[in-house]
């Protein structure tokens, strides 16, 4: 069994997941990144960003891969869930004696890849002071 390397950190299984599942939403942002595609990381020196809406992204793992070939556009960052909604990637939702409508289907940041990055000022100052750092 090995050492920790910090006291100020916990391995604590119990701990860990009540620090994910009761994390702020400002941490919640963070943990909800997603990577970078291999252009993308070359012309900005950043391996992975915390996703936006308007960001367009391809599923790269689960069972909504096979619904998807090209790439989509983030509709919705749904951090109280831990999960983004993609334009698109829906199904029929069917209640009794009421019409049906359409739900998006959730993902999870982690099952995606990033193609084309949604552009602002903020956003850009963030990938430039990123992209030092590496």
Known sequence: HEMKYSNSVTSDRR??????????????RVIMSAPLSKDLKEKHGVNAVPIRKGDEVIVVRGLIKKQTKAP??????YRKKYCVYLKDISRQRNRAGQPTSEVFLPVHPSNLVITKLYMNGDRAKMLALKGKKQ
């Not at 701990?15 to 919640?28: G, L």
């Not at 989509?72 to 960052?77: I, R, S």
């Open 15 to 28: 701990k860990n997941r009540k620090a994910h599942f009761t994390a702020p939403s400002h941490v919640r």
């Open 72 to 77: 989509v556009e983030v509709v919705k960052v």
